[in-house]
Nanobody
């Protein structure tokens, strides 16, 4: 069992930055690929970024490429999402998720989410 707890959300002005953290419980964190998703009010949940278990490979949604960066520290059981040049359309609840296989589309564990609000 893995529990995921996000933190770091808040209110920021457009053009600003935030760093989200997702802390995982358990000793198997380093075996999971990790991803960030977001869901804005009235919209479907959308993929933001993903990282392999080793941290060697990453991938991003086109809407955040060049502005967001996903990273992880397996010694701290934590995955991060550095968000720069934030836009009002980045406003959403951001959640992290874990899956055993990087290639899988099914996630095994989800966090509760953290709110990010970008004011224009």
């Amino acid at each position: 069992q893995v529990q995921l707890v996000e933190s770091g959300g808040g209110l920021v002005q457009a053009g600003g930055s935030l760093r989200l953290s997702c802390a995982a419980s358990g000793r198997t964190f380093s075996t999971y690929a990790m991803s960030w998703f977001r869901q804005a009010p009235g919209k479907e949940r959308e993929f933001v970024a993903t990282i392999t278990s080793s941290g060697r490979w990453t991938d991003y949604a086109d809407s955040v490429k060049g502005r967001f960066a996903i990273s992880r520290d397996n010694a701290k059981n934590t995955v991060y999402l550095q968000m720069n040049s934030l836009k009002s359309e980045d406003t959403a609840v951001y959640s992290c998720a874990a899956k055993r296989l990087y290639s899988s589309t099914t996630y095994d564990y989800w966090g509760q989410g953290t709110q990010v609000t970008v004011s224009s």
